[in-house]
């Protein structure tokens, strides 16, 4: 999109972008304008690809009443962009609009304006304007303690005690121990108690998540947004982009190539299984590997920290790699000793009453959603990339599951796509168009969204995992 330059100023005055070559305004910070991103829901997706989804032929499932829950989920009363992205998937959709009606609006531990302060503190730690501004506007609703939204200074010593939890589990949830969550427990007439300190928990882990699926997916705000001097390319990853995909394979070849790999490993897997120390051996290699997955695309200058800084504490802890190099590591978490299934699942239902249902809900329905298609192919078992893309997010939390072959992670994930995935889960703030458009040339908008989905539940599961361990330790 063009900037629109002062008619009355000096041509000299703006400089002019060496990768578009339009004119743009200088990088004083004094000079900043008000621009949409797009005109539609994604920069990254386009918007005809939107509109197709939301035709009444795509919700063959309560369609009306589904709509009806997706306003009143809004702050705004109406289908936001987050809703309309992820209605590419509207069985997920569903699950998903559930689950947060009930964490947000229904009954539970906490008053109503809690559960919106602490959907603020979680997406001010991923810069998440677009939730933070949704859930300021909720809290304006509510009307009370309004005081608070001038920053974490205002709010009561009850909430600021859930920052430590908050940093923590947002960045390096493997570092939450049982006196964590006994600090909070027990301190005097501002201690949480257990079910109120379990939905703080799912809110946090929630909404560190939904930043994730936010900034993955390009979804732009909702009203005009104060963006600094850039050039819109920088935005977007405009001409590099382009000398990428010129550059790399054929779409068509890609696609031949991960079905092939697909076909042998299913191959390998029927004629001999790989020892419990070859399974063991391959997901520290993978987990070591993962330290080299990044990127130069970061420009931390892109999204500027200010407007939710009055939200966050300590705001120099950020995520560091699990599996660090040179340093003794925190011991690998095996998903057979504290999984959801069997102990977080029960936890969670017993404290905070139906939510377990409904988590484990969007859980499977994000990691069974298929459509049985690839690209262009059509009656293909995804299962085992969708699965890929699970276990990697947890490989990187340092979460190991014994009956999983993580050779399959090397496999079927090529190194831009592993870059996206660390990127999207790990500093959500720093994804840009570019790293979303290097992978998967040849595959639909709704295939990355489902992506998204699967990272964004892998994330979510994770922090609960470790969070709800540590509960647990702390309760026997």
Not at 35 to 60: C, H
Not at 184 to 211: D, I, M, P, Q, R
Not at 341 to 367: M, P, Q, W
């Amino acid at each position: 999109m063009n900037v629109n330059a002062d008619p009355h100023a000096s041509p000299s005055t703006y400089p002019i972008c060496s990768v578009c070559q339009k004119m743009i305004f200088d990088k004083e910070p004094s000079r900043s304008i008000h621009r949409l991103y797009s005109t539609g829901p994604s920069s990254f997706i386009p918007e005809e690809e939107i509109v197709e989804a939301w035709s009444l032929d795509m919700w063959v499932v309560e369609p009306h009443a589904e709509l009806l829950l997706a306003e009143l989920c809004s702050p705004t009363g109406r289908l936001d962009h987050l809703t309309q992205v992820m209605g590419l998937h509207p069985h997920y959709l569903q699950a998903f609009l559930r689950c947060q009606f009930y964490l947000l609006r229904r009954d539970g531990p906490l008053p109503l304006h809690y559960r919106h302060y602490i959907a603020i503190m979680a997406a001010a730690r991923h810069q998440c304007w677009f939730l933070v501004l949704l859930h300021v506007q909720e809290f304006y609703r509510i009307g009370v303690c309004l005081e608070w939204l001038k920053g974490l200074q205002y709010a009561n010593e009850k909430l600021r005690n859930l920052n430590t939890l908050n940093k923590i589990l947002a960045h390096r949830p493997w570092l939450i121990t049982k006196e964590h969550i006994e600090a909070l427990l027990k301190t005097g007439e501002n201690s949480w108690s257990l079910a109120e300190l379990v939905h703080a928990v799912v809110l946090l882990a929630h909404f560190h998540a939904l930043a994730s699926f936010i900034f993955g997916s390009g979804i732009n705000p909702d009203t005009l947004t104060p963006v600094s001097s850039y050039c819109t390319c920088e935005l977007t990853g405009f001409g590099q982009l382009e000398q990428d995909i010129l550059l790399s394979k054929s779409p068509e070849s890609e696609l031949e190539s991960l079905l092939e790999r697909m076909r042998r490993l299913r191959e390998e897997k029927e004629e001999e299984e790989a020892s419990e120390e070859e399974m063991v051996i391959r997901f520290e290699k993978e987990k070591k590997e993962s330290l080299f997955v990044g990127s130069t695309d970061f420009d931390d200058q892109m999204i500027s920290p200010s407007r939710v800084s009055r939200f966050v504490e300590d705001a120099a802890f950020g995520y560091q790699d699990f599996a660090r190099r040179g340093e003794d590591n925190p011991p690998t978490f095996r998903a057979q000793d504290y999984s959801w299934e069997d102990h977080g699942f029960s936890l969670v239902n017993r404290l905070y009453s139906d939510i377990g249902l409904l988590l484990d809900e969007k859980f499977r329905t994000a990691c069974d959603l298929t459509y049985y298609n690839m690209a262009s192919r059509e009656g293909v078992d995804t299962s085992m990339l969708r699965r890929a893309l699970f276990n990697y997010v947890h490989c990187m939390y340092g979460i190991r599951y014994d009956d999983y072959d993580y050779g399959e992670v090397n496999q079927l994930l090529e190194r831009n796509l592993k870059v996206y995935i660390k990127t999207v889960t790990c500093y959500p703030e720093r994804t840009t168009r570019r790293m979303y458009d290097r992978y998967w040339h040849q595959f639909r908008h709704s295939e990355k969204v489902h992506v998204n989905l699967l990272l964004m539940e892998a994330r979510m599961q994770a922090e609960l995992l470790y969070a709800l361990r540590a509960i647990t330790q702390y309760m026997t």
